[in-house]
């Protein structure tokens, strides 16, 4: 609670405050307002994370934060680069992603998916009303925001990490290729649901979609098998 009144507190300071124009934008960052967010990731709980950063990834589509960024050291030296690296390895800890203690992946065919999305029965009714799993997943945790965070920062522009990061860093760069074979095995699924037989170059194309993802999981998998 004592965390959470501060960082309202530094919030409403410092973001709230300054965040109003390009003009003040400019202050928060010669502030260091991009260091004090990235301190507060490393040190808040669970809870605060998705919401700092998704401040963090707002500031950065101004090219001018991605070196207070990339400069940022957290305890033991620690880069932003390692604590995303690290946070999305939480993440999928705590929606049970099958990973085995590297980090590789235990289940190509689905990448991805937490326990929640492996548990649920597929509805045509869900899937044509409401966003599916696969689409609300992204607004639901922070794996969809690390993966920008570093497209921004450059994956060909990263400093040196550990094997067990760079392992992690392989599925986090391919995440929006297994992002989007997961909405289209949803698509999939409500038409075969909806007992809709596609047209035969519909069919192949779909059959190739899942063919691409497939190997591409598995080409990720063979880079540290």
């Known amino acids: 609670n004592i965390m959470l009144d501060t960082a309202k507190q530094w919030y409403q300071r410092r973001v709230r405050g300054c965040c109003v124009s390009f003009m003040n934008q400019d202050l928060f ?16 709980p669970p809870s605060m994370q998705n919401l700092v950063l998704g401040a963090l990834l707002d500031l950065t589509e101004d090219p001018r934060a991605l070196p207070h960024v990339v400069t940022w050291r957290g305890k033991a030296q620690k880069t932003a680069v390692s604590l995303l690296i690290e946070l999305w390895r939480l993440e999928e800890q705590a929606m049970g992603v099958k990973r085995d203690a590297n980090n590789i992946m235990l289940d190509t065919a689905t990448p991805l998916q937490g326990i ?22 992204v607004a639901d945790n922070m794996r969809a925001k ?12 990263l400093p040196p990490i550990s094997t067990k990061d760079q392992i992690t860093l392989t599925l986090i760069e391919n ?13 999939i699924a409500e038409l075969m649901m909806d007992n809709v037989t596609p047209i035969k170059s519909d069919r192949e194309a779909l059959k190739s979609i899942k ?11 063979a880079i540290w098998c």
Not at 120 to 137: F, G, K, N, R, Y
Request: glycine share 6%; proline share 3%.
């Open 29 to 44: 960052l010669e502030r260091g307002g991009v260091p004090t967010l990235l301190d507060l990731l490393e040190k808040c």
């Open 175 to 187: 995440y929006l290729d297994f992002k989007v074979g997961e909405v289209w095995e949803e698509i």
């Open 116 to 137: 929640e999305q492996q548990l649920s029965e597929v509805s045509a009714h869900a899937l044509s009303s409401t966003p599916t799993l696969a689409i609300l997943d």
């Open 211 to 221: 063919t691409i993802i497939a190997a591409k999981s598995e080409a990720v998998n």
């Open 146 to 157: 690390i993966y920008a965070m570093l497209y921004r920062i450059g994956f060909d522009k």
